[in-house]
């Protein structure tokens, strides 16, 4: 099927052929959306990813959706306003506002802003490592507060002066009974635990820090810590487009969260119906977004190697960073950041099979859609409920059906394709690991 194919029969499903209510471009990007979901729900199109590493290296871990990457993101801000406009009955005019006065540009990027940082937080996906500077005779070390969280801290002496070590993750009550003289000892730190700034100010972290880590031992060299975080982003601010920070085939989700957002609003712009309804497919998009399969096999240098999530590679591969002998692999540190075990000491070149971004066709009308034949009519479905949002009441009530046959044909494609190798338990269960490691919340919280 062509584009134009595509856009036609949806446009005929919903009763406009002339294309009078819902416009081409409308239809497409609803078209588009659908093709990103299906790629979410299901994982369908994996492809191969071959990249090259040559040292020296200035950090440790590496993007898997950099340029030329097939995951590489390309959505903005803007292209979220779009939707939502749409979604609005608005001028679909981006990040500037040409509509009514039941919204503005201000509700758009101030709600996705919200909305964004705390995707980042719950699904991890957008980590980066610092390395901050360790003072001797302390043990606090104050983290930017660009940081959501810390989920590992590793150690680094200056040269000559010992060895790096990966600490462990603690808590005060921990230090004083495993730490033997916890606060009066000048010694190589063991373990780490992070206090929100008011707390830590109180251990002699600066009064505007909003997190701190804090050391079971003073430091007693010159030092680093290595500190591998979820990091935040600033407001977006229109009119440029501002790069999302998550991969392209999770933007409904934050389309959804910013509208549940927008639609609760008090005054004429309020819709408790269709809030509700954005608000519970932002939260299945972010259950779902915290188990998403990236990745699903790894090879260094041509030889298939294990891609074992963090949390196992430090408890299982003792200072795989710094162990020449380390057991090879692909050490998984959050959704599209990886490092190599042991770290290459030559050029090296590094072969991944993940899933990439969906195979979206440029509007135009004579583009093909690359779309299994029977997964057409689900996405076509999709496309066409994803429409009769902006009419609300009755009509988007009842096109819920539609949205649920779609789910339904994602759930039938998951269970086929997890019955179809030897190993069908493994096959989703790649990015998870370090979930399953290290869990975040407690269960049946998160």
């Known amino acids: 099927m062509t584009l134009g194919e595509a856009i036609t029969e949806v446009s005929a499903r919903l009763g406009d052929p002339g294309l009078v209510f819902w416009g ?34 200035s950090q440790n871990w590496f993007p898997s959706n950099g340029a030329a990457s097939p995951r590489q993101p390309t959505l903005t801000d803007t292209n979220v306003y779009d939707l939502i406009e749409y979604h609005l009955l608005e001028p679909a005019t981006g990040a500037t506002w040409t509509g009514t006065n039941q919204f503005s540009i201000a509700d758009l ?7 964004r940082n705390e995707m980042l937080q719950l699904a991890a ?22 940081a959501l969280d810390v989920r590992r801290v590793r150690w680094v002496p200056a040269s000559g002066m010992g060895s790096p070590v990966t600490l462990q993750r603690g808590d ?29 100010s109180t251990l002699g972290a600066p009064a505007n820090t909003l997190l701190a880590l804090i050391l079971d ?4 060299v010159p030092s680093t810590v290595q500190v591998l975080t979820i990091a935040g982003a600033p407001d977006f601010s229109p009119p440029g487009g501002n790069p999302l920070l998550l991969p392209d085939d999770w933007a409904w989700v934050l389309k959804f969260g910013a509208l549940a957002d927008i639609l609760s609003k008090e005054e004429e712009g309020r ?46 591969n003792y200072e795989w960073q710094s162990r020449a002998t380390a057991f090879p692999g692909l050490v998984i540190g959050g959704i599209d ?41 689900a996405v076509i479905k999709e496309a066409q409920h994803l429409a009769l949002f902006k009419m609300g009441g009755q009509e988007f009530t009842e096109s819920l059906q539609l949205h649920r046959e ?16 030897i190993f069908p338990s493994d096959y989703r269960s790649v990015s998870p690991k370090q979930e399953e490691q290290q869990p975040r919340f407690a269960a049946g919280k998160g």
Not at 130 to 140: K, V
Not at 217 to 220: F, K
Not at 406 to 421: A, D, K, W
Request: glycine share 4%; proline share 7%.
């Open 217 to 220: 031992t003073l430091v007693n």
């Open 406 to 421: 779609f789910v339904q044909f994602c759930t039938q494609t998951n269970s086929r394709l997890e019955q179809s190798g």
């Open 109 to 115: 990027w101030q709600s996705c802003s919200r909305r």
């Open 271 to 316: 819709d408790i119906l269709r809030a509700e309804y954005c608000r519970k497919r932002y939260n299945e998009g972010l259950q779902l977004m915290m188990t998403m399969p990236w990745l699903t096999q790894a090879t260094i240098n041509g030889v298939a190697v294990d891609t074992p999530a963090l949390a196992s590679a430090d408890r299982t």
């Open 172 to 200: 005060v009550l921990s230090f004083q009974r495993f730490t033997p003289n916890y606060l009066q000892t000048n010694a190589n730190p063991m373990r780490w635990d992070i206090l929100s700034g008011l707390e830590a």
């Open 337 to 377: 950041l990886f490092a190599v075990s042991p770290v290459p000491t030559a050029v090296t070149s590094v072969g991944m099979t993940v899933v990439q971004n969906a195979p979206v066709p440029i509007n135009d009308d004579a583009a093909l859609v690359f779309l299994p034949r029977d997964a057409m009519e």
């Open 24 to 57: 081409h471009d409308e239809i497409y990007l609803y078209f588009l959306e659908s093709l990103r979901v299906l790629n979410a729900f299901t994982g369908f199109w994996k492809t191969e990813f071959l990249l090259t590493l040559t040292p020296p290296f």
């Open 125 to 146: 996906c957008n980590m980066a490592e610092l390395t901050l500077n360790c003072i001797p005779n302390t043990n606090t070390v104050a983290v930017p507060d660009s």
